[in-house]
């Protein structure tokens, strides 16, 4: 194992899940985009009406999914972020030396948040690609030892 494989664990991680989360958050956007446009030429057509009243509440539900997904989108990279800081031998935050128990420790609290990600959005196989990524873990946080 070398630094360069921090990269490859992350990179695994990316090539499964980004486009499981883009997917649906892009059409729930364009599904939005539809639902705006059905509202406003309904308004014009019969303002006021149960028709009218029944597109704005379309709006309302496509609004919420887009909010929905790009919360998932927003939290899974966060954790990316989180993990790919992770694999230095210095704390990002307070510059302190991080043993390799403790890079070990943070990269699985990770991998933990992202696996909880992919099983309650139900995206495609989050424990083959995951099972993976556990099974490099502790001889990479090893090389935060010899760095």
Not at 41 to 68: F, K, M, N, S
Request: aromatic fraction near 6%; proline fraction near 5%.
């Amino acid at each position: 194992m070398s630094i360069p494989d921090c990269f490859h664990l992350v990179h695994e991680i990316v090539k499964r899940y980004s486009l499981a989360i883009a997917r649906p958050l892009s059409r729930a956007r364009q599904e939005l985009k539809r639902a705006e446009e059905h509202h406003a030429r309904r308004q014009d057509w019969v303002g006021g009406t149960p028709v009218a009243d029944e597109a704005e509440a379309q709006v309302e539900v496509r609004h919420t999914e887009v909010q929905r997904w790009e919360a998932v989108q927003n939290a899974y990279r966060h954790h990316l972020e989180t993990l790919s800081l992770t694999f230095h031998p210095f704390g990002i935050a307070d510059s302190a030396p991080q043993t390799s128990a403790q890079v070990a420790s943070r990269v699985h609290a990770e991998v933990d948040a992202l696996e909880a990600i992919a099983v309650s959005q139900q995206l495609p196989s989050p424990h083959g690609v995951l099972k993976k990524v556990r099974k490099q873990v502790p001889a990479l946080a090893a090389l935060v030892d010899f760095w």
